[in-house]
């Protein structure tokens, strides 16, 4: 099943590397200093701390989506050093799924097998070390009964190597009424001792597998979709804050707290926020990790295709959207698109030059807030997110380097009069638009 409906986060975001200007806050990237600087958090009312930033793992082995269709020995020892670097560094909270590097796609690996490889060979060279997992299950609509989540959990275990993990997340909203097995099924993985905690994921919009995406920026072909983008995010946002709310108290009966929701939160994508879903999570103490963090753009517009093919379901992402594509592979937030340059095809239709010309004053300030803490502006970005507390942001690193960068994002926080600030003006600018499955 090629279905990878989200997100380990996109990466390499909002600018280039300043150089430092007064520093107005201690930023050391020291792994010592960050050790004594940065505690762990507690994810919701678990008693499971993790550190306050993770690391996505949705990359690692694919070769649907990411990887530009193919997966290699470099590729690998690129994810290895990512994986190595991030703890090395201070970030041992890292997110995979059962469908990330689906053996539906031809030369993928499992991005389960590859992580529960480098912590095996970590744990070869560090005993010590501790290294926290999360996994998802994927809430396919064939799969009936609680039982599914235990058996698919177990096969969780088995690539990764591991007799437990440290979450476990519904991947997706469940459908056509199976969603309350699905949570009995987080809860008995709890009891039994698989899990220390669960959680959701995407619970910031309805899911339904659809063929368009609905989407005011492109026509849409059915007239009953026809309708304004801000009505669908308000009206949907209503409809899984009930359900975040019905998984929450179906779990308190049992005495298991739903730890966390896993959902596209990023400085310009800011739903949760307008639809209720952040308010909901901060008035029930459950954590919102937030997966395409640094708002890459590289999911902004997507397609999936339905089609059976020897009588088994496939559910791909068109070739248009994939990002080796030449017209999708951009990055508005780079500053490679400018008003005078925008990017051509799809894409220039989100990005226009008049969303261009107003994103400009926020990069401007991003770089001028991250010049005086001697920081990036991907630093500044994901610093945003954690200041708020309540959130755990997991970028996606295929490299080193881009671990590295990450990691500066931790032992310092930006102001509140800076987190508000750099609100304030993102509110000025339309949200670019979000990971598919919260309009499919």
Not at 71 to 80: F, Q, S, T
Not at 144 to 165: E, F, H, N, Y
Not at 226 to 248: P, S, V, W
Not at 406 to 435: C, H, K, Q, T, Y
Request: with cysteine; net charge neutral.
């Amino acid at each position: 099943m090629a279905m990878q409906v989200s997100g380990a986060s996109c990466f390499c975001v909002l600018g280039r590397r300043r150089s430092v200007g007064t520093v107005r806050a201690v930023a050391s990237e020291d792994f010592t200093t960050l050790k004594t600087t940065e505690e762990k958090v507690k994810l919701g009312g678990s008693d499971l701390k993790v550190t306050r930033l993770g690391i996505g793992a949705w990359s690692w082995g694919d070769t649907s989506y990411w990887n530009n269709f193919e997966w290699d020995d470099r590729k690998m020892k690129a994810c290895k050093a990512a994986f190595d670097t991030s703890v090395d560094n201070g970030i041992t909270f890292f997110d995979t799924a059962e469908v990330y590097g689906s053996r539906a796609s031809f030369g993928a690996i499992s991005s389960e097998v590859l992580l529960g490889r480098f912590i095996k060979e970590r744990k070869a060279k560090d005993p010590e070390v501790e290294v926290d997992v999360a996994t998802k299950f994927a809430a396919l609509p064939w799969r009936l009964g609680r039982q599914s989540v235990l058996t698919a959990l177990k096969d969780s275990l088995g690539r990764l190597g591991l007799s437990s993990v440290e979450l476990y997340q519904l991947h997706w909203p469940g459908i056509w009424g199976n969603e309350g097995w699905y949570i009995d099924g987080l809860g008995d993985a709890v009891e039994q001792g698989l899990v220390k905690a669960v959680g959701v994921s995407n619970y910031s919009g309805i899911f339904l597998i659809s063929t368009i995406i609905i989407d005011s920026i492109f026509p849409i072909e059915c007239p009953k979709f026809a309708t304004n983008d801000c009505f669908f995010r308000l009206y949907y946002g209503l409809i899984t804050e009930k359900r975040l709310r019905e998984a929450y108290e179906k779990l308190k009966i049992r005495g298991i707290p739903l730890a966390s929701n896993q959902v596209n939160y990023s400085l310009i994508y800011r739903a949760p926020e307008e639809n209720g879903v952040k308010a909901t999570c901060d008035e029930l103490g459950i954590t919102l990790i937030a997966y395409s963090p640094i708002a890459q753009g590289e999911l902004s517009f997507c397609v999936f295709m339905l089609h059976f093919v020897q009588g088994n379901l496939k559910i791909s992402v068109h070739p248009v959207c994939q990002p080796n594509n030449s017209v999708i592979k951009i990055c508005a937030l780079t500053g490679k698109y400018t008003p005078e340059n925008p990017p051509t095809g799809p894409r220039g239709r989100i990005y226009t030059p008049e969303f261009l010309t107003k994103l400009q004053p926020l990069l401007n300030r991003i770089n001028e807030i991250g010049e005086a803490y001697g920081k990036t502006s991907t630093q500044v970005v994901l610093n945003w997110l954690i200041a708020q507390e309540n959130v755990v942001p997991i970028p996606g690193a295929k490299n080193a380097e881009q671990a590295k960068e990450f990691s500066g994002a931790l032992g310092w926080r930006l102001s509140d009069e800076e987190v508000n600030e750099l609100r304030s003006m993102a509110s000025e600018i339309r949200p670019v638009v979000g990971f598919p499955v919260e309009k499919l």
